[in-house]
């Protein structure tokens, strides 16, 4: 009888890389910016994003903006996710699969890998809403104050992405606005690499509100130049992390309010609340023209 205990399978190490890929491995000459078409460089980052992965992809491709560097940031996923960047790898400029601490880690993985002067970030469940959304992107930076811009996005249903149901209109960004429960959209917020280096890239102490916390961090603390386009960027399927339940809700508004105390901000709890209640409330009843 054999009485042996069986070897453990090695565990990888925490960032060990499963699988990478892209046309940057491939020996090719690399994207650079060029005269009046600075490299815009596009990061998704994704776990477990089969069901929706390659309409991200696509999206990107269809784009008319000719000098877009295409990142995939993958936390180890266990579906279909790799053959799919596989099946689409000549679109994609540079993929890597590894395990993280979450999404604001490999969202800072992408940074770290972008070439780009401008940096974007569409999610595995998200899609521009029109072709030409990243040429008026970089359009806009051809100011050369212009640091950062963002503009509105759409909730839309996971099996009919036609069907809005929540339409997150923004606005042009005034000192105040954070405190009464504003924010820009995070998937349609658009910086120059260069703010990344300078102020940081996502602070890992926040799980859920790390995006709210940089644009702030950007827009308040450091007062860069943004400009609002007043148009729908992105759309969204619903179901993001942070409204799956209560409890995240209340975990989100909690590293608000931690965001607020790092940065100055002092909004009363009421104003806060109700401004937010208020935004959320027109966007279930807005829709865009």
């Given amino acids: 009888m054999n009485t042996s205990i069986p ?13 990478e890929g892209g046309a940057r491995t491939k020996n090719g000459a690399p994207r650079a ?4 078409k600075p490299l815009l460089t596009i990061i ?8 929706t992965l390659a309409h991200t992809i696509a999206t990107i491709s269809e784009q008319g903006y000719d000098n877009v560097e295409y990142i995939i940031v993958d936390g180890g996923s266990t579906d279909a ?8 790898e000549d679109k994609i400029d540079y993929w890597v699969s590894a395990k993280d601490k979450g999404i604001y880690d490999a969202m800072n993985k992408g940074i770290a890998l972008a070439r780009g002067e401008i940096i974007g970030f569409l999610n595995a469940d998200d899609f521009y809403a029109e072709p030409d959304v990243l040429e008026q992107v970089c359009a806009t930076f051809d100011a050369a104050a212009v640091d950062a811009c963002y503009g509105d996005l759409c909730y839309v249903k996971q099996d009919n992405t036609k069907h809005v149901v929540r339409y997150w209109r923004s606005s042009a960004f005034v000192p105040g606005l954070f405190q009464s429960g504003w924010c820009p959209p995070h998937p349609t917020f658009f910086a120059r690499k260069r703010l990344y280096d300078q102020f940081g890239g996502f602070d890992l102490d926040y799980r859920i509100a790390g995006d709210m916390e940089l644009m702030a961090r950007l827009l308040v603390a450091h007062k860069v130049h943004s400009v609002y386009l007043p148009r729908v960027l992105v759309n969204m399927r619903m179901g993001g992390e942070s409204n799956k339940s209560v409890g995240n809700v209340i975990k989100q508004n909690r590293e608000i309010w931690k965001a607020f105390g790092k940065h100055g901000m002092q909004p009363s ?4 609340i109700g401004g937010k209640l208020f935004a959320r409330c027109k966007q279930f009843l807005l829709r865009p023209s």
């Fill in 7 to 19: 070897a453990q399978e090695p565990q990888p190490a925490p960032n060990a890389i499963r699988g």
């Fill in 33 to 36: 910016s060029r005269p009046g």
């Fill in 44 to 51: 998704t980052v994704v776990y477990n994003g089969a069901a």
């Fill in 81 to 88: 996710t790799l053959a799919i960047i596989r099946e689409h």
């Fill in 269 to 272: 709890l009421a104003g806060f």
